[in-house]
């Protein structure tokens, strides 16, 4: 069963950054793309950002210009680099692959941008 452990999340204040880190436990990576999904408080999870095994981006109209994914080569982890953070960007931030797995939802990793 493939585990995804997020990490990097904190406080950060409005226009600053953060680098999320994603790491599986194998290399799922390798055969599936990688996600990144967000949840703010009271609303539904939302897809932020896709990165394909070929290494093409996709990204929400709410981040575009303002984050980045990217992957390692051995395609363990997967990252997720904010930039020009606001204060609606604060949320949970969860990992998945692409598809996602309904198993491999993990606790997610909060992010919380305020002054």
């Known amino acids: 069963q493939v585990q995804l452990v997020e990490s990097g999340g904190g406080l950060v204040q409005p226009g600053g950054s953060l680098r999320l880190s994603c790491a599986a436990s194998?290399?799922?990576?390798?055969?599936?793309?990688g996600t990144w999904y967000r949840q703010a408080p009271g609303k539904q999870r939302e897809l932020v950002a896709t990165?394909?095994?070929?290494?093409?981006?996709n990204y929400a109209d709410s981040v575009k210009g303002r984050f980045t994914i990217s992957r390692d080569n051995a395609k363990k982890t997967v990252w997720l680099q904010m930039s020009s953070l606001k204060p609606e960007d604060t949320a949970v931030y969860y990992c998945?692959?692409?598809?996602?797995?309904?198993?491999?939802w993990g606790q997610g990793t909060l992010v919380t941008v305020s002054s």
């Open positions: 990165i394909t095994t070929g290494g093409t981006t």
């Open positions: 998945n692959t692409a598809p996602p797995r309904t198993s491999a």
């Open positions: 194998g290399s799922i990576f390798s055969i599936y793309g």
